[in-house]
């Protein structure tokens, strides 16, 4: 009788051996240990490992640390800084030639590179009547003046009846003109925002230093320039013939000659705002 036991009943060496070889056909090829080796808990004990590991990466990034700024913030900030410098610039000036070569000098709007010319204002800086546009044209832009292409014919020729002039001497029948821009968008696209924005600072000196006792607003774009935005949700053709107050003076919006070109029949209502005006600076 040999000592080895199994499950309590005693095992001769044959028997052992059999159920030995019987093992190591199923695979059971390595010696055991006196206790079993639970190899779920080896996997949990190397991945709490691994866990231990990657943390002081994950909280290496403090939890404050600033995130960099989105593209929209980071345009936001740009153009805010732009204003500063804009307004900055523009309040430095006290003359309308020293307010001319700041603004020309000012390289924080695109619409620079592209343009031909600068284009300031043009007629008789002592005119009571202040006419502002959009921004110049094309013929504009080649020559340095506003409305001087065919938006520009008919304004002469609309403010021609009621007797104000770009070219008078006399500053009761002069005219004033400038524009929201002075530098010409491409293809003549409709101002950006942001270009309305950076120019807004130089265009508030400009109605400065002129003092004109009234001020006419061309279409849209100087509407939405120099309206509260309660006002200009309304839109030009509602606005027109409404004598409201821009840059803290009286003033009249009118539909631009760009859109009596292409709509003549608004022609007649541009007639009563001119009337209107005549009335306002000719009582
Ligand atoms: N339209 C404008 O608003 N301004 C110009 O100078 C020319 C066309």
Redesign the pocket.
Known sequence: MSDLSYRGSALDAETALALLQWQAELGADEPCLDEPIDRYDEARAAEAERSAARAPIATAAPQSAPRPPTPAAAAADALAEQVTIATRLAAAATTLEELAEAQRGFDGIELRKGARNF?FADGNPKARVMVI?????E??DLRGL????R??QLLDRMFAAIHLARDAVDAERALY?A?VLTWRPPGNRRPEPGEVAVMLPFLARHVDLVDPEVIVL??N?PCQAALDPQVIRQGILRLRGNWTTAFGRPALPMT???YLLRTPAAKREAWADLLSLSARIDP
């Open positions: 284009c546009g959009e921004a110049p044209g013929e504009e506003p409305f001087v292409g938006a520009g003109i524009n061309m279409g774009t631009h000659p760009s």
